[in-house]
């Protein structure tokens, strides 16, 4: 789908900033210099800025100025995922990400195995059922991802949940680049029939194991991908 103006200037300035060109404190050009700069009308550059503000890129300063915010050190999920879709994702944030996730599915994991209702647990065998026959890698990363909500929502905790819908958007760049894997893909799936087994027989260390090895599987592939890019 092809992007609109407003949508291009907003990824350009994303880079620029994620990229160093523009340093957190340093002023961004006024809003009319903007306009001329990439030819366009006020009311769009408008826009552009209330997407940097909303997403955590940029500050304003009521009629002074535009800055670039300190999103290193105060910046949030959203603009994670955008340096991993453009490439900009350096290794030590990207060995957080994976720590941080880790942490919070074991956690999830060994919650389910204690709590997971009857209805849930059929519901996911049957979320394993569909993704066993799906072929294309963007919706095998959706149901990966569908597969990992369902075992946060099974843990009784809705928070859990929401949290791990918040990695959605960071994950889903990382995960699509494994899942033409056939080898790679063939693993997930019976490692996710392994950690359905192990709920519902509510066996919390084995569901934990296999989780571990599922999480830690997905990290080493993900290291070759952006090791393999760079």
């Known amino acids: 789908m092809k992007k609109s103006l407003t949508e291009t200037i907003i990824e350009e300035l994303k880079i620029q900033i994620l990229s160093g060109e523009y340093e957190p404190g340093e002023k961004l050009p006024p809003l009319r210099e903007l306009a001329e700069l990439y030819n366009v009308s006020r009311s769009v550059i408008n826009a552009v800025v209330v997407d940097l503000e909303t997403t955590g890129y940029i500050k304003i300063v009521p009629t002074k100025w535009i800055e670039v915010a300190d999103w ?32 919070l599915e074991l956690e999830c994991v060994r919650k389910a195995a204690e709590r997971a209702t ?24 959706q149901y990966d991802l ?6 946060c929502k099974m843990s009784g905790n809705d928070v859990y949940g929401f949290i791990m819908k918040a990695f959605e958007a960071s994950s889903i760049p990382l995960i699509e680049q494994f899942y033409s894997d056939h080898e790679v893909y063939s693993f997930v799936l019976e490692t996710h029939q ?17 989780m571990r090895l599922l999480l830690e599987h997905g990290e080493k592939i993900i290291m070759e991908v952006l090791k393999r890019r760079q």
């Open 72 to 103: 290193r050190n105060e910046g949030n999920l959203s603009i994670l995922a955008d340096q991993v879709a453009f490439g900009l994702l350096e290794e030590k944030q990207l060995l957080d990400l994976l720590e941080a996730r880790k942490f």
């Open 146 to 151: 569908l597969f990992h909500y369902a075992i």
């Open 194 to 210: 392994r950690i359905a087994d192990a709920i519902a027989d509510k066996d919390v260390k084995e569901a934990e194991t296999q």
């Open 118 to 141: 009857p209805t849930q647990l059929g519901r996911l065998r049957a979320l394993i059922i569909e993704e066993g026959t799906e072929e294309d890698p963007k919706k095998r990363s």
